[in-house]
């Protein structure tokens, strides 16, 4: 394989044959996706950042409806953790160790999965971060760099990688996540993150419109406080915590599950008008 093949790992391909003989999906019950039944069986998601929070959920949840889930994630154990709960549900798995920042890296990732699968239909791009809080005038160029690299240059690297494949396709849905941070600026902690993810809001934009004639959509979430591991890092005290959760009317966070069906209703056939936009999610908090 060209490219940084080190940074790439396809995890325990034995465990992937074995399921790949398993007949049907037996514990891929309760459905909840309108919509053509069984739209997803069968069907192929890669999802980066799957190791954890928000794109494990994703990666769940696809496979609860039977897709064919490529985990990918700079996380190896976390990647191996999700890969086997996929594989568990009867779904197919491929396990990825990548780091998103390095497009050999991200154009192995894609190669891989076509390998494995002959075809991929949708993309979450969940890896992202803000890797430190600090204040404006704080962020060094190390910061913003690899910010930077992570939110934007991540999910961008990842749309090139599989837009030639879908648009011969001519089908394929991206979801992008971007975060309320780029509606809010991220004052005091994190302009250098809501900056990135502005930045995702805008390229997810320009995607969608630039293929929009090509049976491509693309689509981005801008989730408010989410419980995973990224808001525990963010609620560093409980008084921070609780003014987040102040700011929130209905006086909670989300949950990453609440994230991930999300991105099945917006990769699903039941929403065939809707690109370019962000939705936010956010127990009515935020900017308003
Ligand atoms: N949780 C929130 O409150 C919240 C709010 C708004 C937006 N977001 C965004 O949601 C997305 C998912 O975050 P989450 O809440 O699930 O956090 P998380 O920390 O649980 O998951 C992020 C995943 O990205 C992976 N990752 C980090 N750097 C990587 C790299 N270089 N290459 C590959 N993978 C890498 C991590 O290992 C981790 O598994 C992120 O883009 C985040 O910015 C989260």
């Known amino acids: 394989m060209a490219g940084l093949v080190p940074a790439i790992r396809v995890l325990n391909n034995s465990k992937v044959v074995d399921a790949r003989h398993k007949a049907g999906h037996d514990k891929c019950k309760g459905k909840a996706m309108p919509g053509t039944p069984d739209y997803f069986r069968g069907k192929t998601i890669v999802i980066t950042g799957a190791a954890s929070g928000i794109g494990r959920a994703a990666a769940l949840i696809f496979a609860r409806e039977g897709a064919n889930v490529v985990c990918a994630d700079i996380s190896e154990t976390g990647v191996t953790e999700t890969a086997e709960k996929v594989l568990e549900t009867g779904a197919q798995a491929l396990g990825l160790t990548?780091?998103?920042?390095?497009?050999?890296?991200?154009?192995?990732?894609?190669?891989?999965?076509?390998?494995?699968?002959?075809?991929?239909?949708?993309?979450?791009?969940?890896?992202?971060?803000?890797?430190?809080?600090?204040?404006?005038?704080?962020?060094?160029?190390d910061l913003l760099e690899r910010t930077f690299d992570l939110n934007v240059k991540g999910t961008?690297?990842?749309?090139?990688?599989?837009?030639?494949?879908?648009?011969?396709?001519?089908?394929?849905?991206?979801?992008?996540?971007?975060?309320?941070?780029?509606?809010?600026?991220?004052?005091?902690?994190?302009?250098?993150?809501?900056?990135?993810?502005?930045?995702?809001?805008t390229m997810t934009m320009g995607v969608a419109r630039e293929f929009a004639k090509d049976g491509i959509r693309c689509l981005s979430i801008s989730p408010g406080p989410v419980d995973t591991a990224f808001a525990a890092a963010a609620a560093t005290s409980p008084e921070l915590k609780q003014r987040m959760l102040d700011d929130i009317p209905m006086g909670r966070f989300g949950t990453a599950d609440e994230i991930g069906e999300l991105v099945l209703f917006m990769c699903s056939d039941a929403c065939p008008y809707m690109t370019a936009d962000t939705v936010y999610v956010n127990g009515g908090g935020g900017w308003r």
């Open 98 to 141: 990548i780091d998103v920042t390095r497009r050999a890296a991200v154009h192995d990732m894609i190669e891989l999965a076509l390998n494995d699968f002959g075809r991929i239909d949708f993309l979450f791009n969940s890896a992202g971060a803000a890797l430190a809080r600090k204040k404006f005038l704080d962020i060094d160029d």
């Open 156 to 201: 961008f690297y990842a749309m090139q990688a599989v837009l030639p494949h879908m648009l011969k396709n001519r089908f394929g849905v991206i979801v992008n996540v971007g975060s309320m941070a780029h509606r809010r600026g991220g004052p005091g902690t994190s302009v250098h993150y809501a900056a990135a993810k502005g930045a995702v809001v």
